[in-house]
């Protein structure tokens, strides 16, 4: 009878002790969880609850703390907040994915095969499109002209997008529909002239920046059911690589309602913050409206922009280009415009989010939104890419508390010719991400895919080893502005988050926000510089739900 009594009360308390602990839905363990908080923990379990982290710890506490419905163990592998991309295009990833790819193309001949190629698979486009050309990766570095686009498509308009979407390179059925002449003047913008030869003082075919509208009226534009087929192409190929918010920087509020109509409809589960794309119909709609933000879209800012791209030359320096002393870029606003702009959502409760590349660009909008922001502030207002910026302007970031919003690829991908534009000592004030990080002590950290590869885990090598895809520069380029990994992390988790507005809702594992992670198959903080690149993603949670 002593012997039953015993195991009675032992199988009573364990029963207690069960139905004590508390519910959950999936616990966790045997992890390395990189939780990005503020003092950058590290755990090796977590529980969560009705899509939300409810615990972060040890795994025998939590063990011992809750029952939930469903386990996993890691074996070890690690996990870190689900990575954010604050500056993509979104949408045109998934309009790239229909398009031919030209990326990567080594001289124009190549893009001429490429297109043939999507071509003989797609007869029955009414214009060949396509994205990712680049001069300076051929020889000779020279823009290319129409002709050998007219000699191999003279009956089917072509309008090919450069790889920073900052040009456009078009055939003469293209430049007949759309009337562009030479006499053509586009504000902001450059149609491209021949300047010797029997077609001189004609169009090239490649129209710069403002000038690319020229062709993009004529073009036809995708419908809704186009545009659901390509944001959920685009996310099947975000969620694979670890991407749980991205942002989408530019884009109408037929396009933003889109959005929010698929997430709702439990279509689209990865997360967007939609910059508005600047125009009067959309300043009108949206401040109207003001700011708004559901379960997963956030909008409350627009996109600006100052100046086109260092590729094309239509960045806007202050001293002209070094291998074209003939331009110094251009504004595709005048300065008049920007700072009635940059009032407006002064006196809302929007963000400015402004394309800034040329030092020129940087220099005016630091100005502009110091002459609002005066002082420290938490309006976090961002310049986008920041990426040529005078050393006199640097310590503005910091007076005004303005986010720097880069690129670290782009460093790598422009490593190659970047001093040819800028020379060798303004170059020096170019992708200077550790100068821009220690303004604030943040920075946060994208792609701008389509322009480069979606791959956060790209930027993440390029910003600490300051290395390309083939692991060049042996020494790493200008490494002086090399950020470590911890802040390269952070960068594109709860910094990217706070630079959204959306910091107290994810951007860490912490207790309360929003179950975002992803698991890796190897330590992106210990793994050595030539390996990150290689590191593929395992699974992909958003709001507690497996997607990838």
């Not at 490429?114 to 029955?124: A, E, G, I, S, V």
């Not at 060949?128 to 823009?143: M, S, Y």
């Not at 967007?272 to 959309?282: F, I, K, Q, R, T």
């Not at 003939?326 to 920007?338: I, K, N, R, V, Y």
Request: some cysteine; hydrophobic content about 40%.
């Amino acid at each position: 009878m002593k012997y039953i009594f015993l195991l009675i009360s032992t199988v009573f308390v364990a029963l207690s002790a069960c139905s004590s602990k508390k519910k959950a839905d999936l616990l966790i363990s045997n992890a390395r969880i990189y939780t990005a908080d503020s003092s950058f923990s590290t755990a090796d379990a977590l529980v969560i609850k009705d899509g939300l982290f409810l615990a972060v710890g040890k795994a025998q506490t939590l063990t011992n703390e809750y029952n939930a419905d469903s386990t996993a163990d890691l074996a070890g592998q690690s996990v870190y907040p689900g990575f954010y991309d604050p500056h993509a295009h979104f949408l045109g990833l998934g309009q790239v994915l229909s398009q031919a790819n030209l990326v990567g193309a080594e001289s124009y001949d190549e893009v001429i095969t490429r297109l043939k190629d999507f071509y003989q698979k797609n007869p029955n486009v009414s214009w060949l499109t396509g994205r990712g050309w680049d001069q300076n990766d051929w020889v000779g570095k020279a823009f290319p002209t129409k002709e050998k686009l007219d000699a191999a498509f003279p009956n089917v308009p072509v309008a090919l997008t450069r790889v920073d979407g900052h040009a456009l390179l078009v055939n003469s059925k293209a430049i007949r529909l759309a009337h562009v002449m030479a006499t053509s003047k586009v504000a902001g913008g450059e149609v491209m002239l021949a300047t010797t030869g029997p077609l001189a003082a004609q169009p090239t075919g490649v129209l710069v920046d403002n000038a690319m509208q020229l062709v993009r009226r004529v073009l036809p534009r995708p419908d809704n059911a186009e545009k659901t087929r390509m944001l959920l192409a685009a996310q099947q190929t975000c969620v694979a690589l670890g991407l749980t918010t991205v942002s989408d920087a530019g884009i109408s509020p037929d396009e933003i309602n889109l959005i929010d109509s698929l997430q709702k409809a439990g279509k689209l589960k990865i997360r967007n913050y939609a910059m508005v794309s600047l125009g009067e119909p959309n300043l009108d709609y949206f401040l109207k409206r003001g700011p708004f933000q559901t379960d997963r879209l956030t909008v409350r800012s627009f996109k600006l922009y100052a100046d086109g791209a260092l590729g094309s030359r239509g960045a806007c320096l202050r001293q002209p280009y070094s291998d074209r002393p003939a331009t110094g870029g251009f504004l595709l606003l005048s300065p008049a415009e920007l700072e009635r702009v940059t009032k407006l959502l002064y006196a809302s409760n929007f963000q400015a989010n402004t394309h800034c590349i040329g030092d020129s660009a940087n220099h005016l909008m630091l100005d502009l939104y110091g002459k609002l922001l005066k002082k420290p502030n938490n309006r976090r207002w961002r310049i986008e890419h920041a990426q040529v910026v005078s050393r006199d302007d640097v310590w503005k970031f910091n007076r005004y508390s303005i986010i720097p919003s880069v690129q670290p690829a782009h460093a790598t991908s422009d490593m190659y010719w970047a001093t040819e534009r800028l020379g060798k000592v303004r170059v020096k004030g170019a992708y200077a991400f550790k100068d821009l990080m220690k303004q604030n002590n943040l920075i946060a950290f994208g792609s701008d895919f389509p322009v480069e590869a979606p791959n956060p885990l790209f930027g993440f090598h390029a910003a600490v080893a300051r290395q390309d895809a083939k692991n060049f520069p042996a020494g790493g380029y200008q490494m002086e502005n090399a950020v470590d990994r911890k802040s390269a992390l952070l960068a594109m988790t709860r910094w990217a988050a706070y630079a959204n507005f959306e910091d107290h809702l994810r951007g860490s594992v912490a207790p309360g926000k929003q179950a975002d992670f992803v698991v890796l198959d190897r330590d992106i903080m210990t793994v050595p510089n030539a390996q990150l690149r290689q590191t593929k993603v395992r699974q992909t949670w958003i709001g507690g739900e497996r997607v990838y």
